[in-house]
């Protein structure tokens, strides 16, 4: 193992994640630098990053994921950089294996991990979610955050890639209002993105789409196996599919009548 320590910076982007951000911050205290930047919380989140000791809060406004998270890695003052969202925890496990790999000559610029979804405080095996992975962990000087999604964002990476074995513990289901919310906003920013790459909208696809999402999630992905739990995380993530081609649709149809307007004499 290098006798060098190399430092890391835990990054997470919040807004109003009370519950959640406090066992994030906890798990990631082994970290040299902790930066928080939060979208103008209102439920006290800001005000629990601020006094804390280890973290440094920047508020800046959300406009989507993608711009919001390549924000944020700006901000950090070294090169390996661990990016969290604010409902993840990081075991230690994953934490030994986190320092372990980084302080050990790493071929890789860029790390998957795989997640265990959490519906409040029982896993969830399958609903689609059991092969999930993200970039957690990567080399600032050797990534950028795609322009081409701007949710469920991704990364462009010069270098090559790698997995851990150890799981990002990740609290997805908070309640059902709160993830309604969230597949909602998720569903509006998938039809902006879909908006600006030329997508059309058609009501065999707001039909047929939805009933797709739950019937994969929910029978070929195995999540009648999750009982109760199943049943609601297949239907809101179906509701995605739903509010993404509504809002496809009203996008549509502002265009329209702002070309009509504009030809009004």
Known sequence: MSLTKEKVTALVITFNEVGYIEKCIESVSFADEIIVVDS??????????????????????????????AFTLKQANNDWVLFLDADEVVSEELQKEIKETIN???????????????????????????TDKNYRLFRKSKVNFSDKRIVHETLDIN????????????????????????MMMYGRLKAKEAF????????????????WKFFNSYIIRLGFLDGTKGIIICQLDAFCDLERYRELQ???????WSGVFKTMP
């Open 40 to 69: 103008y919380s209102t439920d006290g989140t800001y005000e629990y990053l601020l006094n804390h000791p280890k973290v440094k809060v920047i508020q800046h406004p959300f406009k989507n994921f993608t711009a919001q998270k």
């Open 104 to 130: 050990n000559h790493p071929k890789h610029v860029a790390y998957w991990f795989y997640r265990t979804f959490m519906f409040q405080n029982e896993r969830l095996h399958f609903s689609g979610w059991q």
């Open 159 to 182: 270098g090559t890639s790698g997995k851990f074995k150890n799981r990002l513990t990740h609290y997805c289901y908070k309640d059902y209002g709160v993830y309604k919310n969230k």
């Open 196 to 211: 600006v790459k030329g997508k059309k909208f058609s009501y065999a696809l707001l039909l047929l789409k939805p009933i």
């Open 250 to 256: 009203r996008l549509e149809q502002e265009e329209q």
